[in-house]
Structure formats: C-alpha cells, structure tokens
C-alpha cells in the first residue's frame, strides 16, 4: 500500500472517530439529556415517601367496619464496620416469622410445634438475605405490630432499622368480607385495595402519600443551605355505607345455618332498600378473613351476588308478566288457553315443574302455581320485540354498575339471533344468565313503583375538606305505577298460596317468587342438581326490604320452596320486627 493510500485510510479512520465522537456527544447532550439530569438529580437529592393514611370504612351507624393500625416494617442495613452476629436470624426469627412465611392455619390457632417449624423457615429465610452480600438494604418483615417492634429494639442492635406503616384492622372480624375486599401490596410493596370496595374504591382509600426531596452531599448526607421540596401528604377518604350492622349480624347468621341445614356447596343473601337502592346486607358462604386473605383459596375472593352469573328460574315469571301487564297484553284475569297439557316448542315439550295442569288458569294462577306452560302463553302474546324490550328496560342486558369491584359483564346474543324457542325457554327463567345484582335491581323497580334505581353500597364519601352524599339515582321508568301495583298482587298471592305458602308469616303482606332452576352440565341440564332462589319484598303496599335468597345445589332437597323459601322468610320474620312493623292480622 503507498503512502497515499495509507494517508487515506487514517483520515478516514480519524473522520469516522470523531463522527462517532460527536454522535456520542449529541447523544449525551440531546436525546439522554433528560434522562442524565434525572439520574443526577437522583444521586443529588434523597426522596422520603411519607405514605397516606388508607380511608376507612363505617357502617350507617357510624362504627368502624374496618380501620387501620399503626405496624412497622424492619429492615437492616449492612455496615462492613459493624458485621452482622453470627446469631442474628435465630435472634430475628421468633418475633417475625408470622410475617415472613406463611402457613395454612391461621396464627392464633397455631401449634407450638408448627409455630417452631415456621421459626425454623423463617430463619433460613433470613440467613440466606443476610449471606447474600449484594444486599446492603435488607428487608426482613413489613406489617409487624407494636409488641414485635418493642421486642426487636430490646436486642440494640445499630444496623435494625424500622419505618412507620399500616394495617387493616377488622374491628368485626371476618363480616362482610366479599363486600369490602381486602388490602394487600402491588408489584412496588405499596398497599392497594382488591375486590369489593377495597378495590373498586382503591383512588379514594389511597389518598396520596407525602413526599420530601432534600439535597444530599458525598457523604449522603443533607445540606442544610441545600434545595429542599416537599409535597403535602393526603390521607385516603372514609367511606360510610348503607350497611346495617344488625341486618348484617342477621343474614351471615342465618346463612351459616341454612348452608349447613341444606348442606348447600354456597349461598348468598342480599337486602336492599328498593326505595333508594341502598344495600343494607350483603352475605356469601364460603367466605374468608380479609385479615388473613392469603390464607384461603382465590375463588373464595369474588363476590357471587356480583361475579356469578346462573339462570335466574322461576323467579324471572315475574319480570315477563310485568311486561305483559305494562303492554296490555294480558290483565290480571285473562285465562290460559294452553294450560291443560304440556305444549310442543319445535322438538321440545315443556311440561309443568309438578307435572300437574291447571286448565283455563289466570295470569295471577300462573304466577301462584309457578306455571311454565303458561308462561309460554304470556311470552307468545308478548311477541319477540317486547319481549326484549323490556329484557333491556329492567336491566337484564347490561350490568348493573353496582360501586363493588368484580362485577361481571355478561355477553347476551343480539336481538336476531333469539328464535322462538329461546324465547319460550326464557319466560320460565332458562336458557341465559343473570346475576344476582341484576335480579335485585329488577325487583326493585316492582317493589318502587316501577322505577328502576342504581344499587349503591357507599352513601357518603368523607374527605378532610369535604363530605360527598351520593344522591340516589333512577335510571328509569320500567313499568307503571299500575303494572307494577298488579304484578305485586301476583306476588302476594304466590307467597300466600304457592307451593311455599307452608314457610310464610302469618299477619304480614309479603311479595314473593320461588325460583328453582337445572344446573347444566356438559351442555344438559343434571336432574339432581339445582339453584334455588327466592326473591320479593315486604311490606308488599310499603317496602321496607328487598331481598334475594340464593343457595347453590342444596342436597336436603332440590326445590326452592322447601330450602331457599323458609330462609327468606326466617330472615324476613326478624327484619319485619327490627323496622317495626305491626303485623295486620291474618
């Protein structure tokens, strides 16, 4: 190669070098600037996370349902001056094991020898942190209480450190636990609220934490002419509910019973206020400790009035008669013409429950006998497009926005795609789904006169500056006052007369609807087993109370009117005394 060419090949050798030099540069002053003043800014300046009170929760009466504690977290932090005892996780262990491993059985019912077991974990579990000389900061235990705390500073020990925290405290145990959820930690160890209110209600609960920002020097040490910011800490909003104590007491009592005298795999009870849509009681089984959440299966988490959808039964006859009374299509006393036999739907023959025909029956005959034939004749006068129409206007097509996290959305077919047999299937409560919130809803349009309410569970939003009322809101007019007036009288009779009559009370006008309905199992519907519901609202001419009664594959018996009848009306009984009304005679 001549001198030129090699000439050649430095300069350009050289030129690529300072083309990448000065790409470098740009990159660097230009597009990382930014980011490299962040990261100086970080190196500059130590930020202190002063974390927000969580809001709390408190009943109508104004009582605690949840509240938080003072607890601690304990850390250490390595100092190649100062090393660690050789002795210092068996020291550790016995005051946080709780909290830092995790067993099947709840800490207070723990056996001394499972409790040693778990010390024995914990320990390793610690040593392996502390031999792992990466760590310079390292965690030991988050959420321990103020006895731990005391016990551990007893020790003197200059590398333990612990920081101010929180914890739920549930000042009524384990009550009503699918209703507010539980707190646990996001992926940055930060409280946050899951499922029910503690979710749904997790901006308002959170507040926002305060923040210092002050500039440090070599050392990490403050500078005390240094540039210093602080941002004001907000604690998180209380939230007072509808929720009645008693009532609440009342139903998870019953409930427990009933599961267990039915020997039921679930249940689910839910009272409101049809008049304002407040939820006053709330109740699922199984439940869980929100205290001890991570204890229990996930599935026991949802809320089943809000996330499980199943088919309604014989409780939806009343929904499609109101549709027909609101559009004239029958009257209270119009006669059933097909009511002697069963009757033929393309390749399908619907039959009574019982098998047993009531020839010429009344629409208030067909609601009292829980007659599926003569649905089928409603649903024929009502036609297809009213049929949906009012599907939609009592809210059975979307969902009902209650204020708890995990309510489901269904998808429902279109319009077009609902032949006549889903329509016939569909007047006795078979053939789609529903929820329980859903169901509620629609009965609370009929026991409000027709108007259909937004259920709510919060009442007040209580912040430090302000107080919110959340207004009650009718989303519309499903029914007339009339309609509404006539399908109550249905229902009355059906308390009165059906085949749950045995369980009613006596002296008290009560509104009312069984509703038993096949599982289905691998695309059939299993003979053996079944839901049983009962739904309605007392007084029938001056609600106090809505409520719905729900009870998952009971063994005693697969009917609604010999397992979910009697508990609603033994829950019934009780609520009719605690708003004392009077009863009026037989």
Known sequence: MTAKWRLLSINILFSLAVVLLLSRLFYWQVLAADQLASMAEEQQLSTIELPARRGEFLFKDG???????????????????????????QTLSPYIFSSVTYSATPSAFLTLADKQKLQHKAEDVIQDRINNQRLTWIPLAHKIDKNSKQKLESFNLPQLFFEDEQKRLYPEASMAAHLIGFVGSDEQGRDIGYHGLEGYYQRELAGRPGIIRQEKDAFNQPILMGSFVEQERINGRLLQLHLDKAIQYLIEKKLAKAVDQFKASSGSVTVIDPNTGAILAMASLPSYDPAEYYLYNKRNFLNPVVSD????????????????????????????????????????????????????????????HSDNVGMVFVEQKLGKDKFLEYFKKFGFHQPANIDLQDEIILEYKPDKHWTYVDLATASFGQGFL????????????????????????VSKVIGARREITIPVKVKNQVISKQTADQITDMMVAAAKDGEAKWASIKGHKIAGKTGTAQVAVGGKYAEEKTNASFIGFAPADDPKFAMLVTLKEPKTSPWASETAAPLWFSIAQDLLNYFNVVPQGE
Request: overall charge negative; hydrophobic content about 40%.
């Open 63 to 89: 009582s605690f349902l949840t509240t938080n504690q003072s607890a601690y977290f304990a850390y250490l932090i390595r100092n190649p001056a100062d090393p660690f005892p050789d002795d210092l996780a």
């Open 309 to 368: 959808a199943f088919e309604p039964g014989s409780i939806f006859k009343i929904f499609v008669m109101a549709a027909a009374l609101d559009t004239d299509t029958v009257k209270p006393d119009t006669k059933c013409d097909i009511c002697h036999d069963l009757v033929k739907i393309d390749k399908y023959e619907i039959e009574t429950w019982n098998k047993k025909y009531h020839p010429d029956s009344s629409m208030t005959d067909v609601i009292v």
């Open 434 to 457: 529903t929820t329980g919130i859903q169901l509620l809803q629609a009965v609370a349009a009929i026991a409000n006169d027709g108007q259909l309410v937004q259920l709510r569970v």
